[in-house]
């Protein structure tokens, strides 16, 4: 990817995370991803349920072992650091979870959950702490009276609101954002994502966005990038994807987008058949079973990423030399 290496935050490659599946079949969850994420920029990350989005996200801040591949911040390998030295990393390299309901202990108040992250890495200074968490609480919207709080006490939005406060505990520079906005109502979805908006611009921070709302990822991404079945098949400029649509997973996908606009509308894509296994993916182009323009080249043989125009890279034999 052509970005000054002074810019780049995180750079992965040959990202793979298998699982143990039955009849000792490995599942590939992610089987093979390169990417580049560079400082404040919003990398948006889109496919159908299963595709690897929440696995390869998790992945990257080491939430999840890589089979294979590395991943580098600031130039250092992740899967090479020691445990002391990776939860230092850790402070840098925060994820925002999908359930505000799930990710909530129950039995702690706001306040205990807010002082975990401290807790966890050994600041124990109370006055700071405690000044810390009623800046935090500012940050996100809350107020004081919100700390006595049990999860239960608060609304999908509120519970969300701790979620980001708690990621930003420790200052990070990348904040996973997986799905964090799914599981709200509309209204409240838009209140979230203008926070995390503002929170960027004023805090400096880096997102990688999860999400399978397509609209979403329209609206808050800098970059997107489009997977399938593990595999990375379009990364793009969000205008330059939206309006050069080149994988056709990509075009299918994104003709699904509602226009209120006629004019911009565009025909329905209906793609055929059923998303293969990742445990079994198939030969060649994983998507050509699938794919309305398939050829045989596409059945035997594996496509590369080319870069079709500047920052816009397409993995598709429609668009290679060779």
């Known amino acids: 990817m052509e970005i000054e290496k002074d810019d780049v935050l995180l750079e992965a490659q040959n990202v793979k995370i298998h699982f143990d599946g039955k009849k000792k079949q490995k599942v590939k969850a992610v089987d093979g991803v390169n990417l580049t994420i560079k400082k404040g920029e919003t990398f948006g990350v889109v496919g159908e349920s299963g595709c690897g989005k929440s696995t390869f996200g998790r992945g990257l801040i080491q939430l999840l072992p890589l089979t294979e591949g590395t991943v580098k ?6 899967t090479k650091l020691k445990k002391a030295e990776m939860k230092e990393m850790r402070k840098k390299l925060q994820i925002i979870f999908q359930d505000p309901s799930a990710c909530l202990n129950p039995r702690r108040n706001v306040e205990q959950i807010l002082n975990e992250p401290f807790h966890v890495h050994g600041i124990r200074d109370k006055k700071r702490i405690r000044e810390r968490i009623m800046e935090l609480l500012q940050l996100v919207g809350l107020d004081e009276y919100h700390l006595s709080r049990y999860p239960h006490e608060l609304s999908g939005g509120q519970k969300q609101r701790i979620g980001i406060a708690r990621a930003l505990a420790l200052e990070p520079e990348l904040i996973i954002c997986d799905e964090a906005v799914s599981a709200l109502d509309v ?6 994502l203008n926070l995390l908006s503002e929170l960027k ?20 991404s800098d970059r997107v990038g489009v997977m399938y079945l593990g595999k990375m098949v379009e990364i793009a400029p969000y205008d330059s994807l939206y309006e050069n649509r080149l994988h056709p997973y990509t075009q299918a996908l994104l003709s699904a987008i509602p226009q209120v606009d006629k004019a911009k509308q565009s025909e329905r894509i209906i793609l055929q058949g059923e998303v293969p296994s990742p ?13 309305p323009r398939a050829c045989e080249r596409c059945r035997t043989k594996e496509p590369q990423m080319v870069e079709w125009k500047k920052g816009h890279f397409v993995y598709c034999h429609l668009y290679s030399q060779s």
Do not use: E, M, W
Not at 187 to 192: E, I, K, Y
Not at 207 to 214: A, D, G, R, W
């Open 201 to 220: 611009n004023k805090l400096g921070l880096t997102y990688f966005f999860i999400s399978h709302n397509l609209n979403v990822v329209y609206q808050v």
């Open 73 to 78: 911040v600031y130039g250092k390998d992740l």
């Open 279 to 291: 445990s079994n993916p198939p030969q060649g182009c994983r998507f050509h079973t699938r794919c």
């Open 187 to 192: 209204s409240v979805q838009a209140q979230v």
